[in-house]
T-cell receptor, first 109, second 112 residues
């Protein structure tokens, strides 16, 4: 079956760096997405990786290794507003998105 | 620009009642989706539509139906609601280029 694994919850300190991992097993691969979802709100797009390597966008970076079925989202200079759930999703060979359950990130002062 | 609008934002419904969740987008996206989100689970696809006039079943379609009469509207109907359909429902659309999804604000449905 298809599976996306990411930690349920992580805690980090304001100003620090945190890495949220995502491993996947899917029928084919046509890209990996990271979304941010604040409590009670809709998910919003953060990043998209289809080739191996690091994509940097401001304080957020996303890395992909297709051979390892692995990605991570790196958040630098953490701010309190970064407290949210981070969702990893993989687009399979049928171009359908398979979603992880999300990682709840708690930022402490 | 509104993006995607869902209605109602919240609803409490008696089991056995019929309910339609509305979704309208103004981005002229071809693809639209309905997801449900439950605590501890990832977003699960209920139904999708790749273009006006076509629909398809997702991972959890039972008890739900959709229609896509035009590009902008994609309503989701629960013919006879059951308590297991208590969830937060998100409508989304994508532009087909990167496949990035744009989500509505969600509809919180409670079936008693």
């Amino acid at each position: 079956g298809q599976n996306i694994d990411q930690p349920t919850e992580m805690t980090a300190t304001e100003g620090a760096i945190v890495q949220i991992n995502c491993t996947y097993q899917t029928s084919g691969f046509n890209g990996l997405f990271w979304y941010q979802q604040h409590a009670g709100e809709a998910p919003t797009f953060l990043s998209y990786n289809v080739l191996d390597g690091l994509e940097e966008k401001g304080r957020f970076s996303s890395f992909l290794s297709r051979s390892k079925g692995y990605s991570y989202l790196l958040l630098k200079e953490l701010q309190m507003k970064d407290s949210a759930s981070y969702l990893c999703a993989v687009r399979d060979s049928n171009y359908q998105l398979i979603w992880g359950a999300g990682t709840k990130l708690i930022i402490k002062p | 620009i509104a993006g995607i609008t869902q209605a109602p934002t919240s609803q409490i419904l008696a089991a056995g009642r019929r309910m339609t969740l509305r979704c309208t987008q103004d981005m002229r996206h071809n693809a639209m989706y309905w997801y449900r989100q439950d605590l501890g689970l990832g977003l699960r696809l209920i139904h999708y539509s790749n273009t006006a006039g076509t629909t398809g079943k997702g991972e959890v379609p039972d008890g739900y139906s959709v229609s896509r009469a035009n590009t902008d509207d994609f309503p989701l109907t629960l013919a006879s609601a059951v308590p297991s359909q208590t969830s937060v429902y998100f409508c989304a659309s994508s532009d087909g280029e990167t496949g990035e999804l744009f989500f509505g604000e969600g509809s919180r449905l409670t079936v008693l």
